[in-house]
């Protein structure tokens, strides 16, 4: 979607390492979500941030929401093998919803 | 065990051929969605259905019809496919549209031949 930009687009890490996938929306943000695809399959909710400034984590990924930028950032700490998919940021606008292009994640033990 | 299925998860069919791929959910959502996946295009919606016998266009609906007579189906119905509406279907749902989660089925891979 054009509504919504990630970077990087692909990621390469090795396990351990930590690691940011940025989004960035062209229009205001109201709330932003973030989801994991393993390749191919159905996607999995991480997190949803509603408010600038919001920070939230789930073991060991926190994603923030940065209002005034209009962007949200995923990090994940320590990543391992099971982190490894895509990562698609997301978000309404009015009723519709849009996807970011996905940051493709690969992490090697 | 709260779900979102898709059936089938597999079809290749042949162009101009009528086919419908349905999607349940069991969790009393009042926002469905279908969307579909393209490798450089990503995920997009194709209609959205905020309760029974509402339903809208998302960014990608030619080519689509849905329909919502019961709060828990949501068919994607493709009158005459075509080769350009092989890709990934996902449908989804979510408690109501906006500042809700949405609830992923597993997809449904399509091929037209």
């Known amino acids: 979607s054009q509504e919504l930009e990630q970077s990087p687009q692909s990621l390469i890490v090795q396990e351990g390492k930590n690691l940011t996938i940025n989004c960035t929306s062209s229009?205001?943000?109201?709330?932003l979500y973030w989801y994991k695809q393993k390749y191919g399959e159905g996607l999995i909710f991480l997190m949803m941030l509603q408010k600038g400034g919001e920070e939230k984590s789930h073991e060991k990924i926190t994603a923030k929401l940065d209002e005034k930028k209009q962007q949200s950032s995923l990090h994940i700490t320590a990543s391992q093998p099971s982190h490894a998919g895509i990562y698609l940021c997301?978000?309404?606008?009015?009723?519709?919803?849009?996807f970011g292009s996905g940051t493709k994640l690969n992490v090697k033990p | 065990e709260a779900q979102v299925t898709q059936n089938p998860r597999y079809l290749i069919t042949v162009t101009g051929k009528k086919l419908t791929v349905t999607c349940s959910q069991n969790?009393?959502?009042?926002?469905m969605s279908w969307y579909r996946q393209d490798p450089g295009l990503g995920l997009r919606q194709i209609y959205y259905s905020m309760n029974v016998e509402v339903t809208d266009k998302g960014d990608v609906p030619e080519g689509y019809k849905v329909s919502r007579k019961e709060k828990r189906n949501f068919p994607l119905i493709l009158e005459s496919p075509s080769p350009n509406q092989t890709s990934l279907y996902f449908c989804a749902s979510s408690l109501a549209g906006v500042y809700n989660e949405q609830f992923f089925g597993p997809g449904t891979r399509l091929t037209v031949l």
């Open positions: 997301g978000k309404y606008n009015f009723n519709k919803f849009y």
């Open positions: 229009k205001t943000l109201y709330g």
């Open positions: 969790m009393n959502h009042e926002y």
